[in-house]
Every structure is written in structure tokens, then in C-alpha cells.
T-cell receptor, first 114, second 115 residues
């Protein structure tokens, strides 16, 4: 089974500043990687995914993430955040041999301040 | 296109009472998931259906939880009897299936409070 670690439970940042949300996973087997965003009282919305190909993936709302196989990481970045990015962000991993089984991290709350 | 629909959005019950949650997945999605999300944590899989077959229910507490997806479309998750520790958000998700399309789409969830 996978273990997904999101080291930062909360990240405060000022508007228009860059941000990085960290995600590490445990297994070195072939994986698929996802970032989801959850706004208050809503379900999870897919931000971006890595299935194969380029290790730098771009998603919605200006977010991007880079898959680093050697470091088993999939960090999420945005060069300039907006107030509307305030939400909780979840990293998820599935293994290619059991791709329907998702393992989620515990989430990172991004708080964008004016 | 409608997303994953869950009802009710909120439910407050007393302990030992039964409760049921309903989920209607995105049309054409043959895989349906029920997740439990405790406060401050990520979702944890309870059960996964491929059409009407439960293919992964290893994390479902079968003494009090049950689920069904009789016609391979909508699904119901039931708790009987509910305990205080069951207070959480219950999320339903669906996916088209197939390795290249294993993106899960989530409903808004049902927030359960057990008093």
C-alpha cells in the first residue's frame, strides 16, 4: 500500500506571492499522481494529473506540478496566488497495477492573505 | 453534463439510529466509490464498485455499514446503527474506468453529525 505525505498541514501566503505545496509518496513502483482542491463544503475537484510523459504537468487555475521519480515527489506550484486559491489541497497516488485505488494525503490548507 | 450528485448534503441523527446516503454518478461511469473523510484528513476508501459488483470493500466496517448498487448506476450507503465516531463527510466519486481514464470525479458529499 502507498503512503502519501503532505508535510505542511497549513501554508499561509500573501496574495501574488509564489507557493509550493509538497507531496511525497512511499513506493517506487509505477504510479499515477493527482492533485485535487477542496473548497469549503464542496467535494474534491481535479487540479491536474500525471499519468505518463512529461514530468511537468500543468493544470487549471495556473497550477503546475513536477513529478520527480528519484525523490518520489509531486510538488504543486503556482507562481502568483490569488485570494480565490484559498482552499484545501490533496495529493493522491495510485499504482499502475491497481489504478483505481487512490491513496490520499492528509491535505494542505492554503490560506492566501491580502 | 451533470456531475456526481449526492443527497442529503447534511444529516443530523442521534446515536444508534440508522442513516442512508444516496449517490448518482456521472452518466456512463461504471466505477463508483464511497469515501470517508474525517475532519482534517484526506478521503479514505470504503468501497468500490465496478458496475454492480463490489470489487474492493476491505475497508468497509461490515458490522454496521452496508452498500448497494443494484442496477450498476446509483448507489446507497447505509449505517445501522450509527455511532458517535461515524460523524464525518461521506464522499461519493465515479470514474469512467480504464487505465488511461482513471480520473475520479467527486460529489459534494454528505456531512453526517451523530449526537
Amino acid at each position: 500500500a502507498q503512503s502519501v505525505t503532505q508535510l505542511d498541514s497549513q501554508v499561509p501566503v500573501f496574495e501574488e506571492a509564489p507557493v509550493e505545496l509538497r507531496c511525497n509518496y512511499s513506493s517506487s513502483v509505477s504510479v499515477y499522481l493527482f492533485w485535487y482542491v477542496q473548497y469549503p463544503n464542496q467535494g474534491l475537484q481535479l487540479l491536474l494529473k500525471y499519468l505518463s510523459g512529461s514530468t511537468l504537468v500543468k493544470g487549471i487555475n495556473g497550477f503546475e506540478a513536477e513529478f520527480n521519480k528519484s525523490q518520489t515527489s509531486f510538488h504543486l506550484r503556482k507562481p502568483s496566488v490569488h485570494i480565490s486559491d484559498t482552499a484545501e489541497y490533496f495529493c493522491a497516488v495510485s499504482e499502475s497495477y491497481n489504478f483505481n485505488k487512490f491513496y490520499f494525503g492528509s491535505g494542505t490548507k492554503l490560506n492566501v492573505k491580502p | 453534463e451533470a456531475g456526481v450528485v449526492q443527497s442529503p448534503r447534511y444529516k443530523i441523527i442521534e446515536k444508534k439510529q440508522p442513516v442512508a446516503f444516496w449517490c448518482n454518478p456521472i452518466s456512463g461511469h461504471n466505477t463508483l466509490y464511497w469515501y470517508l473523510q474525517n475532519l482534517g484528513q484526506g478521503p479514505e476508501l470504503l468501497i468500490r464498485y465496478e458496475n454492480e459488483e463490489a470489487v474492493d470493500d476491505s475497508q468497509l466496517p461490515k458490522d454496521r455499514f452496508s452498500a448497494e448498487r443494484l442496477k450498476g448506476v446509483d448507489s446507497t450507503l447505509k449505517i445501522q446503527p450509527a455511532e458517535l465516531g461515524d460523524s464525518a463527510v461521506y464522499l461519493c466519486a465515479s470514474s469512467f474506468g480504464g487505465e488511461s481514464k482513471n480520473i475520479q470525479y467527486f460529489g459534494a458529499g454528505t456531512r453526517l453529525s451523530v449526537l
